[in-house]
């Protein structure tokens, strides 16, 4: 299958400071990524879609201007996290389909961020 | 937001049995995933169906898109210590960018 990465793996910062998560399709282009939000023993939450080139669309209830995704290249999406408060800390992962008429979408390993 | 009906929750087998889970739909998709995630890390895709009824393997996996549309399983025989984790289905559809996913099955083994 194909390859999602995802940097950092975990992360800890402190209340008020600004995040940033890489995600990469390493083997693939991926014209569309996912941002999930995982809490412990949860499915998957999705956040929002971006379109390589285009502003990223987000699920009601997320908050676009602090949680900040961009999708600047065929390969290459992030996702900051802005002024960071406890209540941000969660599991992150990302995800990236492939094009084409199959549908599949690859999930990175995750980022787990804690927010003190 | 939307979810699909996975069960069940929780699975507690021996080592050597066959396992068996599904999700259900009020809605049709035209795609339908299974994912295996373990502690700490992201899904991982098993298998991908995209034609009612459509059966697929993947080694001791098999997954099944569903006549109506609106359900999946997946079967997984001769369990083994390394299947423990969480089983997610996934599904898609028409004209849909994004999954709609199953709360997930937990699998856990007894050696």
């Known amino acids: 299958g194909a390859v999602v990465s995802q940097h950092p793996s975990w992360v800890i910062c402190k209340s008020g400071t600004s995040v940033k998560i890489e995600c990469r399709s390493l083997?693939?282009?991926?014209?569309?990524m996912f941002w999930y939000r995982q809490f412990p023993k949860q499915s998957l939450m999705l956040m929002a879609t971006s379109n390589e080139g285009s502003k990223a669309t987000y699920e009601q209830g997320v908050e676009k201007d602090k949680f900040l995704i961009n999708h600047a290249s065929l390969t290459l999406s992030t996702l900051t996290v802005t002024s960071a408060h406890p209540e941000d800390s969660s599991f992150y992962i990302c995800?990236?389909?492939?094009?084409?008429?199959?549908?599949?979408?690859?999930f990175g390993p995750g980022t787990r961020l804690t927010v003190t | 937001g939307q979810q699909l009906n996975q069960s069940p929750q929780s699975m507690f087998i021996q080592e050597g049995e066959d396992v068996s889970m599904n999700c259900t739909s009020s809605?049709?998709?035209?795609?339908w995933l299974w994912y295996k995630q373990e502690p700490g890390e992201g899904p991982v895709l098993l298998i991908a169906l995209y034609k009612a009824g459509e059966l697929t393997s993947n080694g001791r996996l098999t997954a099944q898109f569903g006549i109506t549309r609106k359900d999946s399983f997946l079967n997984i025989s001769a369990s083994i210590p390394s299947d423990v984790g969480i089983y997610f289905c996934a599904g898609r559809s028409e004209g849909a960018q994004k999954l709609v996913f199953g709360q997930g099955t937990r699998l856990t083994i007894n050696p």
């Open positions: 083997d693939f282009q991926a014209t569309t």
């Open positions: 995800s990236g389909r492939t094009s084409g008429n199959s549908y599949e979408q690859y």
């Open positions: 809605s049709i998709f035209n795609t």
